[in-house]
Every structure is written in C-alpha cells, then in structure tokens.
C-alpha cells in the first residue's frame, strides 16, 4: 500500500524517533504527537511535524480530526511492567483508553492501517516451548501486558467491524541509539551509560537470564513492511536467538573499556528467566529478517552513548 502521510505517536521516543526519521527519508510527510512524559524533541527530525499531546485527551480526537493521516504507527504508551503493577489505573488510562480513542477515532477519519507496536516479551506463557511463535495462546500476567493484549484485540474488533486494517508487531527486546537509559530502559542503554561513566554496574541475580536482542533499525523496517504489505494481524518481531545478560556485561565492558569487576546483586522479583521469538510468521507475510549483528548493533550503540557523554 502507498501513502504520502503519517502520524507517528509517541514520535520523540525511542524507536519512534528512529522511525520518523525513515519516514522522512521516503518523503512522508510525517505528524508526531507526544506528550513527552519519556521521548525528548531532541529526538525529533526537524521535517516532522509535532505537536505536544497526550493520545488519552479529547483534545487528541481534535488533532486526528483535522491532521486526518493516512497511516498511524501507534507507539505512544507507558513502556514500564512495573509502574503497570504498582498503579494499572494509569497504565490502562494510556495503553487502553489512548488506544480505543485512537482506533475509532481512525475508523472515523478513514485511515488506511493502524501499525500497532505490542510486545513480544510480556505476550506468552513462560510454560510455553520457545521460541514463543505467535499461536501459543497469549497469557500476559502485568497490567503493562494485559493493555498490549486488550488493544490487538480491540484492534481485531474494529478491523471487523468497521474494515480498519492493522498490524501488531510485538517486539522482543528492542536496543539501539536513543534508548532511554533511565528507570527501568534497556539492560544495553543502562549498562552502556554506567559503564561509560565508569559507574559500577550490577547485574540482576546470575545474569544467566536471556532476552532475544533486536535493533531498532531491524524494528523501523518491520513497521514499514507492515504498512505496505497487504496483512493483518499479530506478528512476532525478534530475531529467535537468546543472549544473557552476563554475555551482554562482557561486550560491553570490551566496547567501553569498563574495568570493574563484574558484579552480582539480587536477582529481579517477576523477572522471566528466558526469552525468545520464533518471527517465522514475519519472514513469510511481511518479507521481515532481522539484518543486523548483534555484535554490530552492540558497538553502534555503545559509540552512540559514548558521543552523548
Ligand atoms: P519510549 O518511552 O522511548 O517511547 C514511548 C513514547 O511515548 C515516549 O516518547 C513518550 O513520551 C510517549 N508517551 C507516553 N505516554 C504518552 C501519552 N499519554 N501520550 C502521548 N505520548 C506518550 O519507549 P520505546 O522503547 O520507544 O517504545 C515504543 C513502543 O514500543 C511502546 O509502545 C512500547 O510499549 C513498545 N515496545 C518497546 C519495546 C522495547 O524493547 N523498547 C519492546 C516491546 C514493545
């Protein structure tokens, strides 16, 4: 599917920004909404369009109304598992209602597809055999989870009510340039930033836990393919490989020249011991193969976070 305009919310995040930014570079005119609660405008390409908004306001209805995009990539969300524990009102105020608001209001207006990012990591049942591939029967456990869930089935709903198209990409661990390294970010932007401050950095536990390590680069092309390719539905974004933690203290600790001892503290209550996506589905209907080295993606990043010092 062509288009010529989009809105990316939550724009001035993460992997938002990154996704801006190749947006402009395909000539899109690209609409950010944020309300920058955790993105910076320093993120931002000066090409985009911004405009300071929460997506749980009527005043972000308005917005739609008259920006009328043809394509919404929908990232805008309270990222943090644990504040959804401690206080699931205000997660679900964000990840739900800012969701619902979004999807009738698009259905409203007319846009052609919804690019929803979800999550992979919170998604299955750590039963499950791993990778997790998308038809194991999603059980998220946090509230954090439960609003990924509850909006792609919200979004299912009005994909067959009103014929709105969507994707849900549920990513693995996303890293890259960018990512906050505050609260409870990115085990790669948290260790990155210590360790080029030469802060003493602590792992969890053993470190023997493993996350399946994805670029951000790699997560910007699957929701590109995912607004061109003619597909609906819920599709893994990870590359199937599990790294531990204690794997990624080492690179790192090479890439930024850390020489503290490696240090073990307690481990996380609730944290899953495993993790991985089976993104066969995304190789098949959306052409999607993670195309960047760890290894490569590690050392961009950690050059990124030594240049921000
Ligand atoms: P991020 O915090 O950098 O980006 C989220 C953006 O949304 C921020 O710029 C924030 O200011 C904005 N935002 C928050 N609440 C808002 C609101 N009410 N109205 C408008 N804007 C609001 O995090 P990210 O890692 O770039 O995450 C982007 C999306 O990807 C999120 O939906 C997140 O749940 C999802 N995701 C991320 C990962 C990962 O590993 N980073 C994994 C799975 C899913």
Known sequence: ????????????????????????????KVYVIDDLSSGQISNLNPNAHFTKLSVNSPA??????????????????????????????????????GSLYLLKTAAEIGVKKIIFSSSGGVMYPQTARMPYSEKIFPEPISPYGISKRTTEMYLAFAYQTYGLRYVALRYANVYGPRQ???????????????????????????????????????VVRANLLAAQKNVVGEFNIGTGK?????????????????????????????EV???????????????WV?????????KKTAEW????K
Request: charged share 25%; hydrophobic share 45%; no cysteine.
């Open 1 to 28: 599917m062509k288009y010529t305009s989009a809105l990316v919310t939550g724009g001035a995040g993460f992997i938002g920004s990154h996704l801006v930014d190749a947006l402009v570079s395909k000539r899109v």
């Open 290 to 298: 993670p195309a960047v080295k760890f290894d490569d993606g590690l």
């Open 273 to 287: 011991m495993r993790s991985a996506l089976d993104a066969r589905k995304a190789k098949e209907l959306l052409g």
């Open 305 to 308: 976070f030594r240049k921000q």
């Open 60 to 97: 972000f209805v308005e917005y739609l109304k008259k920006v009328k995009p043809e394509v919404i990539f929908h990232l805008a969300a309270q990222i943090n598992v644990r504040v959804s524990v401690e206080d699931p009102v205000k997660d679900a105020q964000v990840n739900i209602m």
């Open 242 to 270: 599990e790294t531990d933690v204690n794997t990624v203290f080492r690179k790192l600790a090479k890439l930024t020249g850390y020489k503290l001892p490696e240090r073990h503290g307690a481990a996380a209550v609730g």
């Open 180 to 218: 906050n390294a505050k609260g409870e970010a990115g085990v790669i932007s948290m260790f990155a930033t210590a360790m080029l401050a030469g802060k003493p950095v602590q792992i969890n536990g053993t470190g023997k836990q493993t996350r399946d390590f994805v670029n951000v680069e790699d």
